[in-house]
């Protein structure tokens, strides 16, 4: 019982300081270009979304859980394949998430973009940081419609 009330207080203090977080970075090798759609505020046709939602142990701490959101977030500094990255945490009030907390969104322009992504040194570096925290982990890929 007093475990659920630290939980509860520490969930609700974690999630007033980071309910939604939005980190942007568009990069291109066209942005010397004159038709580049970067540089002139256009988006590609299609975008490939790389969908991650995260679901962590029961054990892991509100600190743990930072060091894990701040390591993601850092990655498009890291790894110029990303074309953006968008993530949060669930405020969902269906009661459908089945313990999955966090939701990051990381967008590519190319199939061979998310292949220059995954294997990066960057990226293997946070699987690190998550690894000892995560329960599961359910990704999704598609590309974009309007």
């Not at 970067?38 to 060091?67: N, S």
């Not at 945490?89 to 990381?106: A, I, K, N, P, R």
């Not at 690894?131 to 419609?145: A, E, F, R, S």
Request: glycine residues 6%; contains cysteine; charged residues 25%.
């Amino acid at each position: 019982m007093i475990r659920n009330l630290v939980y509860l207080a520490a969930g609700a203090i974690f999630l007033t300081g980071c309910v939604a977080v939005h980190e942007t970075k568009h990069t291109t090798d066209c942005e010397l270009a004159e038709d580049c759609p970067v540089l002139h505020g256009k988006k590609p046709a299609q975008i490939l979304r790389h969908v991650v939602l995260l679901k962590f142990k029961d054990d892991a701490t509100a600190e743990q859980i930072r060091k894990v959101e701040i390591a993601f977030a850092a990655l498009p500094s890291k790894v110029d394949a990303i074309y953006d990255l968008e993530w949060g945490t669930d405020v969902s009030v269906e009661g459908l998430q089945q313990g999955f907390t966090h939701c990051f969104f990381v967008s590519f322009r190319s199939e061979a973009d998310r292949a220059r992504y995954l294997p990066h040194p960057a990226h293997k570096e946070f699987g690190q940081i998550l690894g000892p925290h995560l329960d599961k982990v359910l990704v999704i890929d598609y590309w974009t419609k309007s």
